[in-house]
């Protein structure tokens, strides 16, 4: 069952949820609030302990991966969220599953983790602010959802030209895409 969070409701009736899941989750020194659906949430009957598994049907990543570039942050931000909502003092075991594989890759050092997850939202949401709003290494990608907003030469000659103008506008906010 997945569980709601952030001012999701469940997505079927009857079904109860360990938390009041109408609660904003904020990620603190941020700004930014987060809602959505954890696949799977286990709390000790203490409350001191939650494991939040996000169960995935693609490759596996790298096991060392935490952040990924910015591309994985759904074990940061479940872990944040059931932070928030079972309590501070919570030990949170984050991870992804890959029941194809038999694998499951848990989050090296949580804390660590979302603190540093924090620090480039933080970041991004400075620069946001600031108006910038440029394109990341993924607009180049053949399978960008938003490929149309850019010009149609975007992967071989604007993106590439654009690069370092565009890591020096986003200063510390580009940080996010060399996070392991």
Same mark, same amino acid.
């Given at each position: 069952?997945?569980?709601?969070?952030?001012?999701?409701?469940?997505?079927?009736?009857?079904?109860?949820?360990?938390?009041?899941?109408?609660?904003?989750?904020?990620?603190?020194?941020?700004?930014?609030?987060?809602?959505?659906?954890?696949?799977?949430?286990?709390?000790?009957?203490?409350?001191?302990?939650?494991?939040?598994?996000?169960?995935?049907?693609?490759?596996?990543?790298?096991?060392?991966?935490?952040?990924?570039?910015?591309?994985?942050?759904?074990?940061?931000?479940?872990?944040?969220?059931?932070?928030?909502?079972?309590?501070?003092?919570?030990?949170?075991?984050?991870?992804?599953?890959?029941?194809?594989?038999?694998?499951?890759?848990?989050?090296?050092?949580?804390? /660590? @983790? $979302? *603190? =540093?997850? &924090?620090?480039?939202?933080? %970041? #991004?949401?400075?620069?946001?602010?600031?108006?910038?709003?440029?394109?990341?290494?993924?607009?180049?990608?053949?399978?960008?959802?938003?490929?149309?907003?850019?010009?149609?030469?975007?992967?071989?000659?604007?993106?590439?030209?654009?690069?370092?103008?565009?890591? /020096? @506008? $986003? *200063? =510390?906010? &580009?940080?996010?895409?060399? %996070? #392991?």
């Amino acid at each position: 069952m997945e569980v709601p969070f952030g001012g999701q409701s469940p997505k079927r009736d009857g079904i109860a949820v360990p938390w009041d899941h109408g609660l904003p989750v904020e990620i603190p020194g941020t700004g930014f609030r987060i809602s959505g659906f954890i696949d799977r949430l286990d709390l000790s009957e203490c409350r001191t302990q939650a494991r939040v598994r996000d169960y995935k049907t693609g490759q596996p990543r790298e096991p060392d991966d935490v952040l990924a570039g910015g591309r994985e942050l759904q074990r940061c931000l479940y872990g944040y969220a059931a932070r928030v909502l079972v309590g501070s003092a919570v030990l949170v075991d984050a991870s992804l599953h890959y029941p194809r594989e038999g694998l499951c890759l848990p989050l090296a050092r949580p804390d /660590a @983790a $979302l *603190g =540093e997850l &924090a620090r480039h939202l933080a %970041a #991004a949401g400075a620069s946001l602010g600031a108006g910038n709003a440029y394109p990341g290494p993924d607009a180049e990608d053949a399978y960008n959802e938003l490929a149309f907003a850019l010009p149609a030469n975007a992967g071989e000659i604007y993106c590439p030209r654009k690069r370092d103008a565009v890591r /020096a @506008a $986003l *200063g =510390e906010a &580009a940080g996010i895409w060399e %996070a #392991a």
